[in-house]
């Protein structure tokens, strides 16, 4: 039955590849691509983001690894690959919720259903820093008086007010993960698994703090490679005011639903709307947007694919480094 999971994924994640690419944005992107002139600073940009990938799942692999300590010890190099083979299954997952099921995978099984409520708080961790990160940069288009793609303020002030709401009720229920379980376990479907959800009583204020610290570290990363790509296919706004943009656009994006065949565009279009009325040129806002998508999940995705297929999954408690 594993194995089975395995090799369904595998084909899941290349059924969805497959229709994403053949998608109007994809394939506008794909275009605008092979309309752009190979130069040097473009590639070296484009270089430099590509080399950001590793970093970028490596901070995440390092959260996890602090996550699950107190269950078991993981070695890097597994924190690692077991962080990549969970892009895989995230790939084909509404908002890339199944990340956890990848990575748990990698624990003993009598860890596995306590690693998911493990890594279920780091992703909240990266959720609280896009929201806070999100709502901020509105705020600061806001005062600069910078063109939104609404109307008038009232939809900037009810964002910036959904957004703080959520913040400070995903920040309590983080800072507070007792609370967060007694909320769970209230839960039908999830009061069984009471005693799986104990580990959430064991993280430290402390323990927590550094998680959301790492968490705010990754976020600079990917934020930084959209600059990169931004700068590189010359989409033609300001830096500052791209570093503006950027948080915003992770916000809105997070916020709407997406489901297996609707990410690619959803991104894109977020992107759009929000840097459209700046100016800049649809073609290399695409492009951006769908290269930071290839590059930070496509790719990891691909190898996370071939990982979980050929990667020994463990059927007894014996812990591997």
């Not at 839960?187 to 204020?205: C, D, G, I, T, W």
């Not at 994006?253 to 894109?268: D, I, K």
Request: charged residues 10%.
């Amino acid at each position: 039955m594993l194995l089975l999971f395995r090799w369904g994924i595998f084909l899941l994640a290349c059924l969805f590849l497959w229709w994403q690419l053949r998608a109007d944005k994809g394939t506008q992107a794909l275009q605008v691509l092979q309309a752009l002139p190979g130069d040097a600073p473009a590639l070296r940009l484009m270089g430099l983001a590509l080399l950001l990938v590793p970093v970028n799942w490596g901070i995440e692999a390092r959260k996890w690894r602090c996550l699950v300590h107190g269950l078991e010890p993981v070695g890097a190099w597994r924190a690692f690959t077991a962080t990549i083979a969970g892009t895989s299954i995230g790939l084909v997952t509404p908002n890339r919720t199944g990340e956890f099921l990848g990575r748990v995978l990698f624990l003993a099984p009598g860890n596995r259903v306590p690693g998911g409520f493990a890594t279920a708080l780091g992703s909240i961790a990266q959720f609280v820093i896009t929201m806070l990160a999100g709502g901020t940069a509105l705020v600061l288009l806001m005062v600069f008086a910078h063109p939104m793609p609404w109307p008038d303020g009232w939809y900037s002030v009810a964002l910036v007010s959904l957004t703080t709401l959520v913040a400070a009720g995903t920040l309590l229920l983080y800072l507070f993960p007792a609370l967060l379980r007694q909320v769970l376990i209230s839960l039908p479907l999830l009061r069984r698994l009471e005693r799986a959800s104990a580990v959430l009583n064991s993280y430290e204020m402390r323990e927590l703090v550094v998680i959301l610290a790492w968490s705010a570290l990754r976020y600079m990363v990917f934020t930084l490679q959209f600059l990169l790509l931004c700068r590189a296919f010359h989409v033609g706004v300001p830096t500052s005011v791209t570093l503006l943009v950027i948080p915003v656009v992770y916000l809105v994006a997070t916020l709407v639903p997406t489901v297996l065949l609707t990410e690619l565009g959803v991104r894109g279009s977020t992107a759009l709307a929000f840097f459209a009325p700046l100016g800049a040129a649809h073609g290399p806002v695409l492009l951006a947007t769908t290269a930071l998508w290839a590059i930070n999940l496509v790719l990891p995705a691909i190898l996370g694919s071939f990982i979980l297929v050929m990667a020994r999954i463990r059927t007894n408690d014996r812990v591997v480094p």
